[in-house]
């Protein structure tokens, strides 16, 4: 469920990261005040632990296909959900740089998906409560499965917010939910059972792990008021700052709320292309190319239309073609042409 | 199983493609950074209906591509691994929009379908700019550049020690997997009586090694700052590179130049 960067919008993508990096200057003062320096290297060889975990393919039984583990739920247990969310970012930022899985610019919705449901919801409101009254087996069953269902649901359910509000795709905001939840319901079930047989047979070989982590070093307890406090603080500020420089774009929150509500809110143009517009005008370059025109033209006039529209005219639409066959096969030769160039230059040198 | 051993060796190309000296891996790690960032915003900020707008963008890659030595193949094979899971989602646009916005005889293009171009142009660019970024600077120089960016210590260290362990972890993964395959030949996947024992025994195995780990940072004379050895200067290239770039990336964001080129030979053909 790891988003990538061409199904977002800057602003939910800007206001996520904003979210994201509270949630981790939080954590990281947190764990600061009482940090045992011990826990900087087992963060790095937990994530690095996890990271290969997920490689894992543990077979379901009774079917024939195999799931994978998430680890947020596996994290927080055994390091405490402060320590839990950082080795997850760092997770996901290797994971996003070496192997594309999840966008830079999405990372922080993944962060946020992944690991601030995991560890600042799941954990402390489900996990921790049940297992108050001491650990069983069967106590720690349902703590495990339970928590990893919720989590990855609430993560699931940001996905199809995010994504909507960014605006991209299409998918009404109900077939999205019931393409989502249900799997990650399944996704859930498989990541609860994998964490309960790890932690249940961490428990019998060295008890002192999960104790250490649920009570001695549990760094202190969680002021959930306090985070999300802060956190819808700094999210609405950042959505109003970034959506007013993004201003009257078409996609983004309107889209979704029109889409969703069928309340109409759109305006009419993009703010930056409105500019181009002036500024080609004033440059008068190209005269005859009806960029300025055919905006205007798009420009909803009746409630019927949607978005506007840029420049359907035939014969924008051609030379647009033209030109973008003309810009691929620049790039094409552009490329090669460093690469003969570079190639030549080896074989001088030698 | 082989899924370990490819994603180790991913790791690996990826990381000596970044030990290479070009004029791409001296620009300074901080510079690289903020132009892919702000690269990957101007992409995404386009409007879901633009796809000739989008084009020059690919200049970027290319150029990087070439200058820095990276081998394209695998970089595309990562890339068709990776794209067809935003496409899943922008698959559903053609289904869901069907205003048409294009006719010519027999053709007709829909609005769902040049969005979901757009998605795939702009899945094609993003990923590649972060495979770019990743194979001319490293995970060193990278956590540098963040350290200059104020990220705290913690995370910083966080991510570089994980980055570290995940090639030894990775392959002691590999290694109870394969015995485990050899003593279950017939199974796809780990059984679920040995979810628990496997998995757990390599955490506790984890656990053990974080301590020696630590054990060995703290001999080594660890006080909590990790060194990652000469820290490059800003020069006046870094800053020419940067500014050029968004330069760039500003125009093709403000004109659609592919049609600006397309009438100026539309109409010169005229």
């Not at chain 1, 509270?22 to 632990?49: E, H, N, R």
């Not at chain 1, 709320?257 to 440059?283: N, R």
């Not at chain 2, 024992?197 to 780990?213: D, Y």
């Not at chain 2, 990790?226 to 403000?254: C, E, M, N, Q, S």
């Amino acid at each position: 469920m790891h988003m990538a960067d061409a199904l977002i919008s800057p602003v939910v993508g800007g206001t996520m990261w904003v979210a994201s990096a509270g949630v981790a200057a939080y954590s990281i003062k947190k764990i600061q005040s009482d940090l045992d320096q011990k826990k900087i290297p087992l963060m790095g060889v937990m994530g690095a632990f996890i990271f290969a975990a997920q490689m894992i393919n543990f077979t379901i039984p009774a079917t024939g296909s195999s799931g994978h583990l998430g680890g947020g739920m596996l994290l927080s247990v055994l390091l405490g959900p402060y320590a839990g969310f950082l080795t997850m970012a760092s997770i996901l930022a290797i994971q996003a740089l070496f192997f594309a899985d999840g966008g830079l610019l999405a990372y922080g919705c993944n962060v946020f998906n992944l690991g601030f449901f995991t560890c600042f919801i799941a954990y402390p409101l489900i996990y921790k409560q049940i297992m108050r009254r001491g650990y069983t087996p069967a106590r720690m069953f349902s703590a495990a499965m339970l928590s990893a269902v919720i989590g990855l649901q609430l993560g699931a359910f940001g996905v199809v917010l995010e994504t909507l509000f960014s605006g991209k795709t299409e998918l009404p905001f109900n077939t999205f939910v019931l393409l989502m939840q249900p799997i990650h319901l399944a996704i859930g079930v498989v990541e609860g059972l994998v964490t309960a047989a790890v932690i249940g047979f961490v428990w019998k070989a060295r008890p002192e792990i999960i104790e250490n982590a649920s009570i001695g070093k549990a760094l202190g307890s969680i002021s959930i008021k306090k985070v999300m406090t802060g956190l819808v603080v700094v999210a609405l500020f950042t959505g109003g700052i970034l959506s007013w420089f993004a201003s009257s774009h078409p996609d983004g929150l309107e889209w979704s709320m029109f889409k969703t509500a069928g309340v109409e809110e759109l305006e009419s143009s993009d703010g930056i292309h409105q500019t181009a517009g002036e500024i080609q005008e004033k440059t008068a370059f190209l005269p005859d190319y009806n960029f300025k025109a055919a905006e205007s033209e798009a420009e909803p006039s009746d409630s019927e239309s949607e978005e506007a529209w840029p420049a359907v005219s035939a014969g924008t639409s051609v030379s647009g073609v033209v030109g973008g066959t003309l810009t691929l096969a620049l790039a094409c030769l552009i490329g090669l042409g460093i690469s003969i160039v570079k190639r030549r230059g080896k074989a001088s040198a030698a | 199983m082989a899924g370990i051993i490819q994603s180790l060796y991913e790791i690996r190309f990826l990381d000596e493609l970044s030990e290479k000296r070009t004029v791409i891996h001296n620009i300074h790690p901080l510079a690289k950074l903020l132009t892919t960032l702000i690269y990957i915003v101007a992409v995404v900020s386009f409007e879901k209906y633009e796809v000739s707008g989008l084009l020059p963008l690919i200049f970027y890659p290319v150029i990087i591509i070439g200058l820095a030595e990276i081998p394209l193949l695998p970089i595309l094979k990562r890339l068709l691994l990776v794209v067809p899971f935003a496409l899943g989602i922008g698959a559903f646009n053609p289904v869901f929009d069907h205003r048409i916005v294009f006719t010519a005889g027999w053709f007709t293009l829909t609005g769902g379908w040049v969005s979901f171009f757009s998605i795939v142009i702009k899945s094609i660019l993003t990923v590649l700019a972060a495979l770019t970024v990743i194979a001319t600077t490293g995970m060193n120089r990278i956590s540098f550049a963040l350290r200059l960016l104020f990220v705290p210590r913690v995370l910083v260290l966080q991510l570089l020690l994980t980055y570290r362990y995940i090639s030894v972890l990775m392959e002691e993964v590999a290694r109870v997997l394969r015995a485990y395959h050899m003593r279950a030949p017939l199974h796809k996947g780990v059984r679920y009586n040995a979810w628990g024992s496997l998995a757990g025994n390599l955490l506790i195995r984890t656990f053990e090694r974080a301590q020696n780990v630590y054990q060995a940072m703290v001999l080594r004379g660890f006080t909590g700052e990790y060194k990652t050895g000469g820290a490059p200067k800003i020069i006046i290239t870094d800053l020419l590179y940067l500014t050029v770039w968004t330069l760039f990336f500003a125009a093709a964001r403000l004109f659609d130049i592919p049609a600006l080129i397309g009438s100026l030979v539309t109409g010169v053909v005229k």
